[in-house]
């Protein structure tokens, strides 16, 4: 889950309040001396009080016009600075035109700076890009000293860039600074790494504050959740619980998104009791990260009524309860909660249609698929990569090869490696061996050095007991130095979840494990299932006999 918003945001709108309150000779940053006569006074007074009340950015054109015939553009008086923070930064600006005003302003302050590299780290203005060319350039100048809330805005720029080696000397210049300890910059540090996938950076940073606030922890755990790291972020929520701070919304959406990743149930449902007991308030987006974690622990009818009882249903919250049905195999379900969406007039969007031909696929509904896929085309859906890869997933698990396969050579879209190892899975259960080949060159083309796609075309060739090709697959994966990355699972067990790595010895009762573990295989072997020796002989991910496997170890702990 990721349709949360930014928590740095919450203390951003702080930040303004504050930085845009300036007194008149603060934000000019001019002499007393300098001061304009009664009269201009008494015009530019009048301009700032039409300029917080403007409804539209045509409004503003006009008292700007006002500014340019009265002499009072070119100085960093306090009408001018007022103007600039309306345009950069309001909803109604235009923080294009505050650029080509501000370039016009002889020795800008450092409100007037900080005004336009804020303006371009708010997502949908100028490239955020120019946030931190903005800083640079006042650096060289050297007319403004950069204060914290010029380290807050350049940094949030530099995350919505994802310019992480702008970031990092950013962070330089502050440690510089007099303000390397100000909680707020050092808050909006941990969010610029997380926001560039940066999460070592993220927590150095966070290790390094002396005061840590809701925004950093949420930051923090936000940042794991994203990454993929669940078990990291799941001890961090702990860690801040036993810290005292009090988790809010979007904290505990990002909780929830990791406990659907790791499969912590138990601490899923504390989280959402949690919910209840506080009586935090359940929006559609809490909402949703709940009916997908409940759906992703295999709790889905706990889901279902969740998304039931909901008060308000967005099309991000049908899309996951479809998802979820699709995922269990329930595909008509799924089909029928898609025509209710329909029935309610709720927006379809390409992930809705992604969800939907997953269901299709899962359930063998190739017709209904079909249908779905022209539907979605009809309602001015491009089809994206991923909709072409249900609709091959859907004609391979009906046993349609040939057609999936002429399916993909005639896409509009270059194949990618997801496209080809669903096919030559496909050609391996069907026998095919011919077609199989054809499909395994083009997988190792497009991707040389993944240890997995190796591994499925060996299959191929053991599934028919080509142990010579087999070999052959075996050698040019040792010349290319292409290893197989281990399987990997999880189970959770009073709140902790354990993850297990195939062959891994590093757990403190691994061997009391295997040796279970042994014994079971043993027992299965003996019973007649004698896949581990004929069907594959690199099989070392994703197929019948590592998923037994990790099944079976997480039964044994």
Known sequence: MNGHHDSTDREDEEDLHVSASPTASEAAGIDSSAASSSKSMNLEERLVALLGACPSMRVVLQIHAQVITNGLSKQPNFLTSRFIAFCSSSPLGDVRYARAVFDRVVRPSVFLWNSMIRGCSITGNLAANDGFSLYKRMHSENEAKPNSFTFNFVLKACGAAVAVEEGKEVHAHVAKSGCFWSPHVRTTMVSMYVKCGEVSDAQQAFDEMTERSLVAWSALVSGYASAGMATKALDLFRDMQLAGVTPDEVTLVSVISACAQAGALEMGRWVHAYVEKRTVQLDVVLGTALVDMYAKC?????????????????????????????????????????????LENVRQDAVTFIAVLSACAHGGLVAEGKSCFDMMMKNGISPQMEHYACMVDLLCRAGQVDEAYEFVRGMPLKPNAVMWRTLLVACRNSGDVT????????????????????????????????????????????QRRVKANPGCSSVEIDGVVHEFLKWDESYPRAKELYSVLHHLMLAVRSGGYDEFRTSAVLRDIGDEGDFLSERTAKRCF
């Open 298 to 342: 295999g709790c889905i009818e706990t889901a279902r009524q969740l998304f039931v009882e909901m008060p308000r249903r967005d099309t991000m919250l049908w899309t996951c309860m479809i998802m979820g049905l699709a995922a269990h195999g329930l595909a008509c379900d799924a089909l029928e909660v898609f025509s209710q969406m329909k």
């Open 435 to 478: 077609m199989g080949e054809a499909i395994g060159k083009c997988l190792l083309e497009a991707e040389p050095f993944s240890g997995e796609n190796y591994v499925l075309f060996s299959n191929l060739y053991a599934a028919c007991s080509r142990w010579e090709e087999v070999g052959i697959v075996r050698k040019m994966m040792k």
